[in-house]
């Protein structure tokens, strides 16, 4: 399940028509197709592999994602306010390495923003280490399972970096995961996000 979140990386990739649906759900209903409902199917499943799957453990230190290709960063920034809280609705990668995002950062006029994403707390939502069985083991991959919160701790810090050669300009943002306990069946405490995850993914192509 895994292997093939990552396998593909062309327009049809699979990763990205499911984060799609989820980033853009809305409660509209449709008549399902076979590839959405095969494809429901594969996010609860890729879900449920993420949370209790002993396989995938938890990550506790620093991981980062660069967001590329902005057109309008003014926009962009308005939800990375300090005090902010911020919910990713999709599966969400990051790497352990800071160098791995810059790959994604885009160059000029297109902006970037660089997530650093403190995962300290103790939560159920902690990204997974997949980079072991990912097909691209080189970018140490670690996965958020959807509906990932965070708390925005910093400002927007304007940098830049030097890539071979290319000058790569991005705002730097401080994220903390907030935390989320759980016992030895599921989550038992946190916001209501975490209560309808099954709701959301079994609504997301209706």
């Known amino acids: 399940l895994i292997w093939l979140y990552t396998k593909d990386t062309t327009s049809s990739a699979l990763y990205k028509s499911v984060n799609t649906a989820l980033s853009g759900h809305k409660c509209t209903f449709k008549n399902l197709t076979d590839q959405d409902q095969d494809q429901a199917a594969y996010t609860t499943a890729l879900l449920a592999t993420l949370l209790y799957w002993p396989n995938a453990t938890g990550y506790s230190g620093i991981t980062y994602r660069m967001i590329g290709n902005i057109s309008d960063i003014v926009n962009a920034l308005e939800k990375y306010k300090k005090g902010a809280s911020v919910v990713f609705p999709a599966f969400t990668s990051s790497s ?22 403190d995962n300290l707390q103790p939560s159920f939502l902690r990204p997974r280490d997949i980079a072991w ?61 975490l209560r309808v995850i099954a709701i959301l993914i079994s609504l997301m192509y209706m």
């Open 133 to 193: 069985i990912s097909e691209f083991i080189d970018e140490s991959e670690y996965l958020y399972p959807s509906l990932a919160e965070f708390k925005v701790i910093s400002n927007p810090v304007n940098k830049t970096n030097i890539i071979d050669t290319k000058t790569i300009s991005y705002y730097e943002i401080k994220l903390q995961l907030i935390g989320y306990i759980s016992d030895n069946t599921g989550p038992v405490q946190g916001s209501v996000n």
């Open 96 to 117: 352990n390495n800071r160098s791995v995002p810059f790959g994604f950062a885009t160059s000029p006029p297109k902006k970037n923003i660089l997530l650093v994403m």
